[in-house]
């Protein structure tokens, strides 16, 4: 059968949406589990990274959007809003668009990175610059929507969390069981939230009969969870989890814990070298989706984690076409030759 989105595909359990709601879909999920062999001999363990920044708008935000897009039409909702450091603004913008629905998206000032801003735009959202936090901007979307009828598409809508967890199931379907480790970035801490149930209800169900550890990381300029307190001004080249106050945190500790697994913080600049250990293995991320890898790569090399012979799942949870700038703005500019073959010969001959 042709592959016809995530909510199709698990639907037995996504147990909250009503029966009669059609799936507003972009086809999300069904992403790839690509083998890391660089990475796998550097740390002496299979490393698989579970590309999310294949789904339809470059982020796993859409596994969340199509289920809460789907609730929200079958609930009559005619508009939706969210506060995003980028990515849940880009998918929220696709799927309204998709199901017909106005949408506003806040946005931290100056603070989302160039692809992820050009998608909303581009997908008609109203897009709005608060001139806070994201921090800020989900305080004030939390509030409008309980003043006005407007659906709440942020991860603390419950069905943002289902779709979400099809990604543990995928892992599942994939492997023939769960990984031994899961290293995934924790910004608002929603989809650290979402894995965990997606393998506790696999586990359930007879489909695997292990569970994973789980290792999350935080930047270390926006890591309250593992501070133990909120963060005022959370500060990271990995504008995605720039955030110092995570919705679903509580869940999140509950989660690592019951994994016994850990969360920690790398820097910035562990993860811009991730990002191009991971770009040397063909696959390119945003600064964020690098974090859960630094956070491993960090922990072995140190030997506070034996992962010898164990398969170690990293969740890569966006596109590096999100965040140019990222790189472009790090490395000088390509060298300009005049349109001469004896040009190119020199310098190929350098
Ligand atoms: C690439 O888009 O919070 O811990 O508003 O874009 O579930 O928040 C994005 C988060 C990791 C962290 N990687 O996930 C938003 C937003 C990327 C992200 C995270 C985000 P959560």
Redesign the pocket.
């Known amino acids: 059968m042709p592959y016809s989105g995530l909510i199709t595909r698990y639907r037995d359990y996504l147990t909250h949406l009503p029966n009669n709601a059609i799936p507003v879909t972009l086809l999300e999920g069904n992403t790839p589990l690509i083998p890391a062999p660089r990475l796998s001999a550097e740390l002496g363990c299979d490393v698989r990274l579970k590309f999310?920044?294949l789904n339809p708008t470059g982020?796993?935000?859409d596994r969340g959007m199509t289920v809460a897009m789907t609730a929200a039409v079958a609930e009559g909702a005619t508009a939706c809003i969210?506060?995003?450091?980028?990515?849940?603004?880009?998918?929220a913008a696709a799927y309204a668009a998709r199901a017909g629905l106005a949408c506003y998206v806040l946005?931290p000032q100056g603070k989302v990175a160039a692809g992820?801003l050009a998608g909303a735009v581009a997908y008609g959202a109203t897009v709005i610059q608060v001139q806070g936090s994201?921090d800020d901007a989900?305080a004030m979307v939390r509030e409008i929507s309980q003043r006005r009828p407007i659906a709440l598409v942020?991860?603390i809508n419950p069905h943002r969390i289902e779709g979400?967890k099809t990604a543990a199931f995928e892992l599942v379907d994939a492997l023939g069981r769960a990984p031994d480790w899961l290293c995934?970035?924790?910004?608002?801490?929603?989809?650290?939230?979402?894995y965990w149930r997606g393998f506790v209800e696999y586990h359930l169900a007879g489909k695997t009969s292990a569970l994973p550890q789980l290792l999350?990381v935080q930047a270390e300029g926006a890591a309250p969870l593992v501070l133990g307190h909120a963060v005022e001004k959370p500060e990271t080249v990995?504008t995605?989890?720039r955030?110092g106050r995570?919705?679903?945190g509580k869940e999140?500790l509950q989660a690592v814990a019951e994994s016994s697994g850990r969360i920690l913080a790398v820097s910035d600049a562990e993860i811009l070298e991730m990002q191009k250990r991971l770009a040397a293995e063909g696959v390119w991320?945003?600064p964020?989706?690098a974090?859960g890898a630094a956070g491993l790569f960090r922990e072995v090399k140190a030997g506070r984690l034996d992962v010898r012979g164990k398969t170690i799942v990293c969740?890569i949870?966006?596109h590096g076409l999100?965040d140019p700038d990222a790189i472009t703005a790090r490395f000088p500019a390509p060298r300009a030759i005049p349109a001469t073959m004896s040009a190119l010969e020199r310098l190929i001959a350098e």
């Open positions: 999310e920044g982020s796993f935000k969210c506060a995003s450091t980028g990515n849940t603004a880009a998918s946005i992820k994201f989900l942020n991860s979400q995934l970035p924790v910004g608002n801490a929603g989809n650290i939230t979402a999350g990995a995605a989890i955030i995570p919705a679903r999140a991320c945003e964020a989706s974090a969740v949870t966006g999100k």
